[in-house]
């Protein structure tokens, strides 16, 4: 029963997912042709200094790419059941409704996952050829907030989808802003590897990720269901 | 147990305004039960609780013996639901849609659902988002009827079908449930299929007033006169009279369960002439209106 939910799971991702997949493989060729254009037309000190004691980064323009495949996975894989009332196809499944909810949240998650471990593989292997270790360490550093807010509109949106009341749904719409918002704020390369800021980023990723089943086991005897 | 449904007390309402006062209901198991009653009665709060998805704010609700509110994985197996407008995973093909629910029912019978696809006529790889309403019933009638259910909760299971796939879907629902003495609880808007189908009748009113009779004893019970109307003073309604309706041709229809005598004597006591009065055959649709109001 659990690899039926899984693949349901499949089935509304899979097209968001190759879209995805497709936009976060260009933006990663577009940050590293961009970072071997600027390795032929300068010095490598210059960009060395600009790396490690400005905190330039290369592939800023990801920084937005993330959170937004978040939202669009979330929409993919939750719209087509929140429709209609259509939640209630998956509420009177024989299984519990915290087992349907925890498939759903975890497969996406895995997803967004899976689109994260790419952007950190491509952006290690394309600094690797021109940085030493310690500055591809810090670049990955500096990709983990990026990819933490994608996860955090992942789970945002899940609550606003599934938050049966309106002032609740704003409440949700907030909390996820505000969330995304404080994870992106421009900081250090490696501000977030400190043991403070890593333990901020998970409680509001777990706080999002709890709040989507409150928000289920809330609409759940409404009438509501979406 | 012997009910299939049991309802003691049910009270809910939204806001002030109440929609059921203390309900209660039995559905034995076996029967084929339909629920009537006009727009805004509470039938859809009513299926809304017994589907589950909507807690009472007073009272039980038990199915198969559980809180309605409340049922295990085991009991949601035996339990078949239609939700209005026959909802599906439209992101699904016919035979995707197949293979997952398989793997959820132990006693999944796939002959049941793919004799229903191969009169549809569409290919597996169908996308069920691109079926037109009676089609997708089809859909969800094949795969209600695989799961082979004891209890059918039906939600106005005739929305958005034309004539041919109501009747088609009635027929197949008449014999599906006769086969194995299932139960089936049912709200619809086309009165006439109840009586291709229906063994019982739960008839809601306004305000909560309820009547759950067997199909030929409302039938039988329940009758309509017609006197001629002079557009001064109508029949008012009272212990012998139930319901009064003005009609067109110049005359009035009124409805009671008492017998003619009866009837004859209560519209004497309101001083109104018997000259004209005669009995009107009635369809179940005419006992419907007459029962529930026309406004």
Known sequence: MLLALVWKEWLKLRPAFFVLLAVHVAMNVWAAAGLRSLFSGAHPEVLWYQTIILGNIHFDMLRHVPWISGLILAGAQHLPEIRDKRLRLTLHLPVRAETAMACSLGFGACVFFLLAMLDGAVIAATDSAHYPAEIVAIHLWALLPMEAAGLAAYFGATVV????????????????????????????????????????????LTALAMATFLAMAHQRLTGKNQ | MTNAIEIRGLCHSFGTRPIHRSLDLDVGRGRIVGLLGKNGVGKTTLMNI???????????????????????????RRIGLLFEGHLAYDFMTITQIERFYARF???WNPARFFDLMERLGLPGSHRIRHMSEGQRSQVVLGLLFAQEPDLLLLDDYAMGLDAGYRRLFVDYLADFVRDKNRTVFMTSHVIEDMERIADDLVLLRAGGDVRHTTLKGFRDSFHCYSLPYDGQSLPV?????????????????????????????????????????????MSLEDAFIGYTGRY
């Not at chain 1, 918002?181 to 980023?201: E, K, T």
Request: hydrophobic share 45%; aromatic share 8%; net charge neutral.
């Open chain 1, 161 to 204: 989808f599934f938050e049966p009341s309106t002032s609740r749904r704003l409440h949700a719409l907030l909390l996820t802003i505000t969330a995304v918002a404080m994870i992106l704020v421009p900081a250090r390369p490696g501000a977030w590897s400190s043991p403070g800021a890593l333990a901020l980023g998970l409680f509001l």
């Open chain 2, 50 to 76: 017994l589907m589950g998805f909507l807690r009472p704010q007073a009272g039980q609700c038990t199915i198969m013996g559980e809180p309605s509110h409340h049922l295990s994985p085991h009991t949601k």
């Open chain 2, 105 to 107: 029912y132990l006693d």
């Open chain 2, 237 to 281: 309604a009272d212990s012998v009279i139930f319901n009064v309706e003005r009609t067109a041709g110049g005359r009035c229809e009124i409805f009671t369960f008492a017998s003619e005598q009866e009837l004859v004597a209560a519209l004497r006591r309101q001083g109104f002439s018997l000259d004209g009065l005669r009995r009107e055959s």
